[in-house]
């Protein structure tokens, strides 16, 4: 299968925990492309206290480092968004416009603390709705709260959040936790895209093995949803939910 739109990946160089060069661009984004992704959509940190980093500065470190990448072949359609943190703080960023979401203006990768999730998180996923921004929550698999109870999920799916799957779960990269929550959530129909989650080449190994996993579990028809229908409709803003 091929077509698929990466909603998550950290290729952009020195900006965060993710590419450390611009070789490690060009060797993860060959690689996404060789396991299917047409289309990958960088996704930088956003974080204060951890990733400091402005909607001007990761337009900066994207601009760069596409100039710099610019003459390597074999490359997907590339793209810039943003992984924002959701405290206070970006949320405030998202009232004023000083954040990155997905091309289109439809949607916007979000990511919450892993242990704990903030009190009346859907209230504001419906505040971010209002706006004509639909929250996307990342990698719903490494939250615990998570791991103990898939349900508790639900309030934010009904307050418009959409899920998506970091595949490299289902391969068991983050652990076993992680691997047992994405299946659960697979078999349940929680999400409604899966991403790669790349932050260096050698990631995509797992990425291949997680999409192979998938297939498994869910059928080719629904992985080719969630690796490209679902993204497809979240960037145009026609989620059926």
Request: one cysteine or more; proline letters at 5%.
């Amino acid at each position: 299968m091929r077509g698929f739109i990466d909603l998550h990946c950290h290729w952009v160089a020195s900006i965060d925990d993710g590419a450390k060069s611009v070789a490690d661009s060009i060797a993860m984004l060959r690689g996404l492309r060789q396991a299917g992704f047409d289309r990958v959509i960088a996704t930088p940190h956003m974080r204060p206290g951890m990733f400091d980093n402005t909607k001007q500065d990761l337009e900066a470190a994207y601009a760069r480092t596409r100039k710099e990448i610019a003459s390597a072949d074999g490359l997907p359609e590339l793209d810039l968004s943003s992984e924002h943190f959701f405290d206070e703080v970006v949320f405030e960023r998202f009232l004023s416009g000083d954040v990155l979401p997905y091309p289109g203006g439809n949607a916007a990768l979000v990511e919450i603390n892993t242990r704990i999730f903030p009190a009346k998180l859907e209230h504001r996923f419906f505040d971010l709705m209002r706006k004509g921004i639909r929250p996307v929550l990342a990698h719903p698999e490494r939250y615990e709260p998570v791991w103990k109870d898939i349900h508790v999920l639900d309030a934010v799916v009904d307050g418009g959040a959409v899920l998506l799957l970091d595949v490299a779960a289902l391969a068991g990269k983050y652990g076993k936790a992680p691997q047992r929550a994405a299946e659960s959530l697979v078999e349940e129909g929680y999400y409604y895209a899966a991403c790669s989650d790349a932050h260096k080449p050698s990631d995509v190994e797992a990425v291949k093995r997680g999409i192979d996993e998938l297939e498994d579990m869910a059928g080719k028809e629904e992985a080719a949803f969630l690796l490209a229908e679902g993204p497809a409709q979240i960037l145009s803003g026609d989620v059926d939910a």
